[in-house]
């Protein structure tokens, strides 16, 4: 088994307006697209190069390109139709466990020893929030 050489770079960069970190591609042989950690779902989102047919439910446009509006609210809150279409998608991976992110990153990215990744992530996977230091005065 031959090593592998890392060919990604993490960059810090907001998600979802948090603060947040991503894995950008660094040489064109890269496998991935890119890598994201999304805090609200404590998710690595790994997106590969690998092209798939997916399905996905996207809005029914009018011939100005807008989505079509519907008389009513359809049960699903949505005040536009919608149509169910199959398109090429890459293919993506969610790593939930901390100890897998860390040995994905340790494998595939250059700043893995210099980049501080984990003052995102505490052990349960959840983005660190920054807390105010508060002092505590009895009285």
Same mark, same amino acid.
């Given at each position: 088994?031959?090593?592998? =050489?890392? $060919? ?9 307006? *948090?603060? #947040?970190?991503?894995? @950008? ?42 989505? =079509?509006? $519907? ?9 536009? *139709?919608? #149509?169910?279409?199959? @398109? ?52």
């Amino acid at each position: 088994m031959s090593a592998i =050489t890392p $060919t990604m770079m993490l960059v810090n960069s907001p998600w979802n307006g *948090k603060k #947040a970190f991503k894995a @950008i591609p660094v040489h064109k042989d890269c496998p991935y697209t890119e890598f994201l950690y999304d805090s609200d779902s404590k998710i690595l989102v790994v997106i590969t190069t690998t092209i798939k047919d997916s399905m996905h439910v996207v809005p029914r446009l009018d011939e100005n390109g807008d989505p =079509t509006k $519907t008389k009513t609210p359809r049960p699903n809150g949505k005040t536009y *139709k919608e #149509a169910r279409i199959q @398109i090429e998608t890459f293919t993506e991976h969610y790593i939930t466990e901390k100890e897998d992110m860390e040995a994905l990153i340790n494998m595939h990215v250059v700043n893995a020893s210099t980049f501080d990744w984990k003052k995102y992530v505490n052990d349960t996977g959840i983005i660190t929030p920054e807390a105010p230091k508060i002092q505590l005065i009895n009285q």
